[in-house]
């Protein structure tokens, strides 16, 4: 499965990105998706996280309340709306997926429990 994250930029804080993440060819409702950044010096962190099922959601704490994961089937994508985003937000975002079984946030947010990756879509907050 290949898949493809869009959406990045640059914004201002306080602003708005919607990243989106497709997997042309496939039916990417029956697969679990996340997304997770990884900021220069950093290790990769998880983000967010649905399930096939897209009434189960997953955040990590330093986005609750400002992201919003949510999967469009007619379309074959899962969307990253971000918003109130800040500085620390600055990252590479990847998308990833898996057609497995998951249960829990801890789970979702293991790198290792996804079979397939995005290249990455660059976000730039400036303060």
């Known amino acids: 499965v290949q898949l493809q994250a869009s959406g990045g930029g640059l914004v201002q804080a306080g602003g708005s990105l919607r990243l989106s993440c497709a997997a042309p060819g496939r039916t990417f409702s029956t697969y679990a998706a996340g997304w997770f950044r990884q900021a220069p010096g950093k290790e990769r962190e998880f983000v967010a996280a649905i399930s096939w099922n897209p009434g189960d959601r997953y955040y990590e704490d330093f986005v609750k309340g400002r992201f919003t994961i949510s999967r469009d089937n007619a379309m074959n994508t899962v969307d990253l709306q971000m918003n109130s985003l800040k500085p620390e937000d600055t990252a590479v975002y990847y998308c990833?997926?898996?057609?497995?079984?998951?249960?829990?946030?801890?789970?979702?947010?293991?790198?290792?429990?996804?079979?397939?990756w995005g290249q990455g879509t660059q976000v730039t907050v400036s303060s």
């Open positions: 990833a997926a898996d057609p497995s079984y998951c249960s829990g946030t801890k789970c979702y947010a293991r790198p290792s429990r996804y079979g397939y």
